[in-house]
């Protein structure tokens, strides 16, 4: 919970979900290691991350984002990965209009750097995991990589400020539209 003066994002919000693995997420041997507490205070912001600080939109900026208009999404899950250690996410799979990827085109739009990998954090982890915990959360991974969670309509990205890594203490400080 990395504390630091605040930051803004653009990141595409996503709605509450009921996750189709959370009883399996309960009775695992790690679930012990969740910090459940933070997930139910993380309630209502979700989100992926788009585009680090610094982010100033003009003019010519949001137009090109509402030209490209409402965006097709699909989570997926579940995932973890090397550089955030001890974290939870679902993969955010994008609409790709003309053979391009459309978070990609808002990150061009927005001078950022292309990543291609769009993530939702979940939850997060207290501890290391022990070989048989690690094991339990491989299987799991396996068995929802690629099984869709909720598919939606993005029309609305937002600049998102927050003075911890986990947006504990960070809110919305505006909706950007992508409809005219």
Not at 154 to 168: F, G, K, Q, S
């Amino acid at each position: 919970m990395g504390r630091h003066a605040t930051a803004f994002s653009l990141v595409l919000p996503v709605p509450d979900i009921d996750l189709p693995f959370q009883a399996e997420l309960e009775a695992a041997p790690f679930a012990a290691k969740i910090a459940w507490d933070i997930a139910e205070r993380r309630r209502g912001k979700l989100h992926a991350t788009l585009c680090g600080s610094p982010i100033v939109l003009d003019e010519a900026q949001r137009q090109a984002l509402q030209d490209i208009g409402p965006i097709a999404v699909e989570l997926r899950g579940l995932f973890s990965g090397n550089i955030n250690l001890g974290r939870l996410y679902l993969r955010v799979y994008p609409e790709k209009r003309d053979g391009e990827n459309l978070l990609a085109r808002v990150q061009r739009v927005l001078g950022k750097r292309q990543t291609g990998l769009y993530l939702v954090g979940l939850h997060n982890l207290t501890d290391d995991l022990d070989a048989q915990e690690a094991a339990a959360l491989a299987a799991l991974i396996e068995r929802w990589w690629d099984r869709p969670i909720r598919r939606w309509r993005v029309e609305t990205l937002a600049l998102l400020a927050a003075r911890d890594d986990l947006v504990l203490d960070g809110g919305v400080e505006e909706a950007i539209s992508l409809v005219r």
